[in-house]
């Protein structure tokens, strides 16, 4: 009738109806504009534009690096796996100038020292003794405080033979330096002030200073790793049970004569460690 007001309670089926038909419209709608601008079957209007913009961003420095990481990496390992890594503040000072893979320069051994990486940090290995401190090896975990484990190496699939896997994927064995009931990190961090201002003014550095500046990153770190045998053999500088190896890991480590197969043999093939 005339004058009255506006039918307003339409039925729900037709609300549903248009707004299908919106969502269709606008996806026709952005499919046509995709077509237009990025994609390879349509005229690509803004494909040369946003080529150019990659372009800007590219790093040749960057690009150089990635090459260089998948050369170390294929350089020194037959089987290549990939793993999560730390936030730069929690890696240590070493992979200021180290990459993950550090030991190069003897072709023989270089991967076997380099899977080692696996198990300790760097000043495992390389620490350097403190005049009124003893040395103390347990567990570290840049994210933890206190890790509690399972950590990886210490036990065996006893269905497999392989190494159990973990969900700790950041725990290594480190050196503490212990002086009463103080235990003080032997770890230095590329958040530690020195390492920060390094990195800052490296590049103003000749050859001759960085070297210098470089020494303060090692006085408690020796060039020279520790002996195989050190470790491989029994009543070594790790306590395997403390540190929660399973008995017959502990076995397989006290007893690999590696020292010997190193020495005395100019070819030679990799034990079976991890059956």
């Known amino acids: 009738m005339p004058g009255e007001p506006k039918r307003l ?3 729900k089926i037709v609300l549903l109806i248009a707004f299908v038909f919106i969502i269709i419209t606008l996806a026709v709608l952005g499919a046509v ?3 237009l601008t990025f994609s390879h079957h349509g005229p690509a209007i803004l494909v040369p534009f946003q080529k150019k913009m990659e372009e800007k961003k590219r ?3 960057l690009e150089d690096v990635k090459r260089q990481e998948e050369y170390e990496k294929h350089r020194h390992f037959h ?3 990939e793993y999560p890594t730390l936030p730069g503040k ?5 992979f200021i100038c180290h990459s993950d ?3 190069s320069k ?3 051994v270089r991967a076997l020292l380099n899977m080692h990486t696996q198990f300790f940090v760097c000043e495992t290995c390389h620490i350097q003794e403190k005049k009124g401190y003893e040395i103390v090896y347990k567990w570290y975990n840049p994210l933890e405080k206190e890790p509690k484990g399972p950590f990886f190496g210490t036990s065996y699939d006893p269905e497999t033979g392989n190494l159990v896997p973990v969900k700790d994927q950041f725990s290594r064995i480190a050196p503490y330096f212990k002086s009463g ?3 003080l990190s032997a770890i230095q961090h590329q958040e530690s002030d020195l390492a920060q201002d390094y990195m800052r003014v490296r590049d103003q550095l000749t050859p001759v200073q960085r070297e210098n500046v470089k020494k303060k990153f090692h006085v408690s770190t020796k060039p020279k790793g520790h002996e195989c045998k050190v470790c491989h053999s029994k009543k070594g500088l790790l306590d395997f049970r403390k540190l929660g190896f399973a008995e017959n890991r502990i076995v397989d480590l006290e007893q690999l004569n590696i020292a010997g197969m190193i020495t005395k043999y100019e070819k030679f093939y990799i034990p079976n460690l991890f059956k």
């Open 9 to 11: 309670d339409h039925p």
């Open 33 to 35: 504009l995709y077509h």
């Open 59 to 61: 790093s040749a420095i």
């Open 79 to 81: 089987n290549v796996v």
């Open 90 to 94: 929690e890696l240590t000072v070493c």
């Open 101 to 103: 893979y550090p030991h």
């Open 106 to 108: 003897n072709k023989k």
């Open 181 to 183: 009931d103080t235990l």
